[in-house]
């Protein structure tokens, strides 16, 4: 069983696009956050949602716009696509509280803006 | 700006030697650290984690040593395999209602040669 999985695994799309990917996790988790790791592996967190409700919101392009129909699934919906998006986009979840503070990643979307 | 700074950027041993991992962070509000392990293609694991209030923390092979007060921390590998050829991230997180603020160093690839 996939504990958190996000589809698609790869995404090849030109500028100016409009893409979605989605992230669901089955381990019960209150907490889902969204990261971006680009190509040196720098990873930063972009948002966080808890129980559908928007906790971390980074700086990030309000061409980002992350959705949580519920609190197993948080979506993440990129307008207009740049080729400076191209990264790795990891879905992660924990359950959000003081002492279980571990986070369990997904196996990435690779995106490429062509 | 960097949270958590991380050296090296890369490490080559041989299989049996000792890789050390050094981070360093200035917030005193980060309350847990953990250590992240990434094989190529996959989404960050959490390896092995300290709260500051202790100085050291050993699983297996992996240990963790802990500077409150120079504000640093460092992974140790011993007896390196080249299984455990990875990307290492240390992270400093911050508790917020809800959910867990990871800040993640920018990653040492180790290569471990047979």
């Known amino acids: 069983d996939t504990a958190v999985s996000q589809t698609p695994k790869y995404l090849v799309t030109q500028m100016g696009n409009d893409k979605s990917i989605k992230c669901e996790q089955n381990?019960?988790?209150?907490?889902m956050y969204w990261y971006k790791q680009d190509s040196k592996k720098f990873l930063k967190i972009m948002f966080s949602?808890?129980?559908?409700?928007?906790?971390i919101n980074e700086t990030v392009p309000n061409r980002f716009s992350p959705k949580s129909p519920d609190k197993a699934h948080l979506n993440l919906h990129i307008n207009s696509l740049e080729l400076g998006d191209s990264a790795v986009y990891f879905c992660?979840?924990?359950?959000?509280?003081?002492?279980?503070?571990?986070?369990?990643f997904g196996p990435g979307t690779r995106l490429l803006v062509l | 700006q960097q949270q958590v700074k991380q050296s090296p950027q890369s490490l080559i041993v041989q299989k049996g030697g000792i890789p050390i991992i050094n981070c360093a962070y200035e917030?005193?509000?980060?309350?847990?650290f953990p250590w992240y392990q990434q094989f190529p293609g996959k989404g960050p694991a959490l390896l092995i984690a300290?709260?500051?209030?202790?100085s050291e923390k050993k699983e297996g092979r992996f240990t963790i040593s802990f500077n409150k007060s120079a504000k640093q921390f460092s992974l140790h590998i011993m007896d390196s395999q080249p299984g455990d050829s990875a990307t290492y991230f240390c992270?400093?997180?911050?508790?917020?209602?809800?959910?867990?603020?990871?800040?993640f160093g920018t990653g040492t690839r180790l290569t471990v040669i047979p």
């Open positions: 992270a400093a997180n911050r508790d917020l209602t809800g959910a867990n603020n990871l800040f």
């Open positions: 992660a979840s924990s359950q959000g509280s003081p002492g279980e503070e571990t986070q369990y």
């Open positions: 917030n005193t509000a980060f309350d847990y």
């Open positions: 300290i709260r500051p209030d202790v």
């Open positions: 381990l019960g988790h209150d907490t």
């Open positions: 949602y808890n129980n559908k409700e928007l906790i």
